[in-house]
């Protein structure tokens, strides 16, 4: 009896807790932008929110990648984001591709968008200039896919960035016109609004955001380079003509230095510019290269133990692609059965 009691409680409490979305792409390894703006801010969620993050690999090969490379950075960022904080007994933590519901309800979902909504899409005209070799029909139904990653959790809230919050706005509509046609299907998700963590911008040209597909290795740092790499690529970070620091719009270079500092610190940007402002750019590169430093071993320290641990991640992989699939199916099956497909 009070076995019972207990189970339903937990079941109880565990219903009143929204649902998050969010993933990111294998194209590498992931770069402090993608940590300080994204990942670190995930492990703050774990507790509040059911969470589930995904290693986008089907978003990935939308540019091309090598398939050794490939296999090899989607496994190491499900070990990051264990390294980071993400407890994968609170988390859902998998493969896209381990999960064929979503590209099953992508086609279903491309049925329901318009050739219009997607011609509008910014991301869409921005990679395709980059990758003008591979303008790919994969690239222009990106955000059905993200679409369908979101709505087949029934995800209440997703932690989104700058660039996807078009992509999150047509996730909404499309879900809104399903709902008007077949009833209450898709929850309609909203983006989260929390702390949002600093844009980190490239270090070579400090007005752009800091990729990690960036063809100049010093533009942006791996949550995996090594100590001496992190210390000279900051080193060598693109400043101003000026010699000592302030924090200004029209100091992009130094303002992204100073920024860094304050997210491996954990420091205000007030209290960033006390400690900062006024030194000169050697002494104020030092002290971020080294602030980044002491951040990024203990994660680094321990993903080095998780990758070793084989038997222990691929466990995780397996156990959470298996959650992960059987609550996709609950809202594919659905979604099947509204439109008619046959039982
Ligand atoms: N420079 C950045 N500063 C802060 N946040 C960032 N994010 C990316 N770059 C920065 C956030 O990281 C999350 C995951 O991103 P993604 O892997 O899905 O792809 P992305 O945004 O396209 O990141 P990259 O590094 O620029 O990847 P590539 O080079 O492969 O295109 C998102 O929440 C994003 O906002």
């Known amino acids: 009896m009070m076995k019972r009691v207990n189970t339903l409680s937990s079941e109880q409490t565990k219903e009143k807790k929204q649902t998050i979305f969010s993933g990111m792409q294998s194209t590498g390894v992931i770069t402090i932008g993608n940590y300080f703006g994204a990942l670190k801010n995930w492990v703050k969620l774990q507790d ?8 986008v690999d089907l978003h990935s090969i939308t540019v091309k990648q090598e ?11 499900l070990a990051l984001y264990i390294a980071a904080g993400l407890d994968p007994e609170k988390n859902v933590m998998y493969y896209q591709s381990h999960v064929p519901q979503h590209a099953e309800l992508s086609w279903i979902l491309g049925c329901y968008t318009y050739m219009g909504e997607l011609n509008r899409m910014t991301q869409f005209k921005e990679k395709s200039q980059k990758h003008v070799e591979n303008i790919n029909a994969g690239l222009f139904t990106y955000p059905i896919l993200m679409a369908a990653d979101i709505l087949l ?6 932690p989104v960035g700058h660039d996807q919050k078009q992509h999150l706005e047509l996730s909404r509509d499309i879900a809104e016109r399903f709902n008007n046609i077949y009833g209450n299907v898709f929850t309609v998700p909203n983006p989260y609004i929390g702390k949002v963590g600093a844009r980190i911008m490239s270090l070579q040209e400090p007005t752009k955001k800091m990729s990690k597909s960036d063809e100049n290795v ?6 995996l380079d090594e100590p001496n790499v992190v210390m000279n690529k900051i080193k060598r970070a693109v400043t101003d003509s000026e010699t000592t620091a302030i924090y200004a719009d029209d100091r992009p270079g130094v303002k992204n230095l100073m920024d860094i500092y304050s997210c491996a610190t954990g420091e205000t940007i007030e209290k960033t510019k006390e400690a900062l402002e006024g030194k000169g750019y050697g002494d104020l590169k030092k002290i971020v290269g080294e602030a980044l430093v002491a951040e990024m071993e203990p994660v680094q320290k321990r993903f080095f133990e998780i990758k070793q641990d084989k038997a222990y991640l691929d466990s995780i992989i397996k156990k959470n692609a298996e959650t992960a699939s059987y609550l996709a199916n609950k809202t594919l099956r659905k979604v099947k059965k509204k439109i008619g497909f046959p039982e």
């Open 48 to 55: 509040e929110y059911n969470c589930l993050f995904c290693v």
């Open 67 to 77: 398939p050794a490379k490939l296999r090899q950075s989607s496994r190491d960022l």
């Open 153 to 158: 959790y029934q995800t209440d809230l997703v």
């Open 218 to 223: 010093n533009a942006f740092i791996s949550l």
